[in-house]
């Protein structure tokens, strides 16, 4: 995003640093929330070819498959909002300034609470197919 320049001054306000600190967070998110996206392609592919008649269990590729579609609607969400700061930089009060950090502990709940989520479903998913790898030998 660079809609806020996030190099820290000593003469930036409180405000300005708390602007620029969650500017760099919700960088960070966007980026793991794209990993992830990329992550849930491999492991939907793995249960569909590898897993999926071994473990005899549907029900772990679906939950893949739902938690993809949340990854995906909360990372458009969040870019929708990256789009959104760019106005943060015409606040000339401390209401309007309260109204962008208010939004963006909003969406650090939500960020927070999705990868909760995804982390319980893949130690779920680990648990469940320990043992299920068979790995080929190359001589």
Do not use: P
């Not at 070819?49 to 579609?69: A, C, G, H, T």
């Not at 909003?106 to 469940?128: A, G, I, P, T, V």
Request: proline content about 0%.
């Amino acid at each position: 995003m660079t809609t806020l320049n996030t190099k820290i001054f000593n003469h930036d306000t409180d405000v300005d640093l708390t602007h620029k600190i969650n500017t760099m967070e919700l960088e960070n998110w966007i980026n793991h929330l794209k990993y992830i996206k990329k992550e849930l392609v491999n492991l939907i592919g793995v249960c569909d070819k590898e897993l999926n008649s071994k473990l005899k269990d549907n029900s772990v590729i679906e939950r893949f498959q739902k938690k993809e579609s949340e990854n995906e609607a909360l990372l458009s969400a969040l870019l929708k909002y990256s789009n959104s700061r760019v106005d943060i930089v015409e606040c000339e009060d401390t209401q309007c300034d309260m109204v962008y950090i208010t939004e963006h502990e909003s969406y650090r709940r939500s960020y927070l609470y999705h990868l909760d989520k995804y982390r319980r479903l893949k130690d779920e998913f680990f648990n469940k197919v320990q043992g299920q790898f068979t790995l080929l030998k190359i001589s």
